[in-house]
């Protein structure tokens, strides 16, 4: 296969999500995926508190945790039909890795709780950029299950912690087409000016 790695401003100046179903195999290998998650740790948090961990889904497991996800929406939507379910336990399954970046934000004596998130927000693009320079494209979703409390718990959540988004990675069947982004002058104020 071959993987052409970006510059890193260059990929910083193009790079865009993949759609987590355009997102295919092979996934990063083991060691491949250590050396991201290790890069998705190395982000600014102060006060040390680490306020994020990561739940690795890969392989079989991934439709492990779609049963949690077919399960929660099978109680909400008991008319369901089969094809349905199949697409909620397919949730994780559409990307060879998906990665959950777990905000684990408490309140703290000093540090703000504000604060820690932010921390889980740039482990979740630090992890995104990673899976980018490595070769791979990435996607950052939540989707409803993101904020069902069943599935958080059946992934091993505890009641404090949030999902701050599953990143998806793999290999782009094709170059994405890119997308507007704002204008410089409508989001940057030149202070005193
Ligand atoms: C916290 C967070 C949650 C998101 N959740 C979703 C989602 O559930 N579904 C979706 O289609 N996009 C979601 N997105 C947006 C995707 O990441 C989207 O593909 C991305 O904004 C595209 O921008 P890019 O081209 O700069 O990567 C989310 C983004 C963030 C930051």
Redesign the pocket.
Known sequence: MDVTMPDAFELLKT???V?PIELSGPGPTAAERDALLTIAARVPDHGKLVPWRFVVFEQDARLRAGEAIADAFVKDHPDANADQVEFEKRRLARAPLVVAVVSRAAPHVKIPEWEQVLSA?AA??NL?LAAHALGFA???????Y?YDRRVCAALGLQDHEKI???IHIGRPAHP?E??P?PALADIVTLFGT
């Not at 990435?138 to 409803?144: G, L």
Request: hydrophobic share 45%; no cysteine; glycine share 8%.
């Open positions: 790079r865009r999500s759609k927000g979740a693009m995104v990435a996607n950052w979703i939540t989707e409803w993101a701050a988004g599953f994405p890119d997308r982004r």
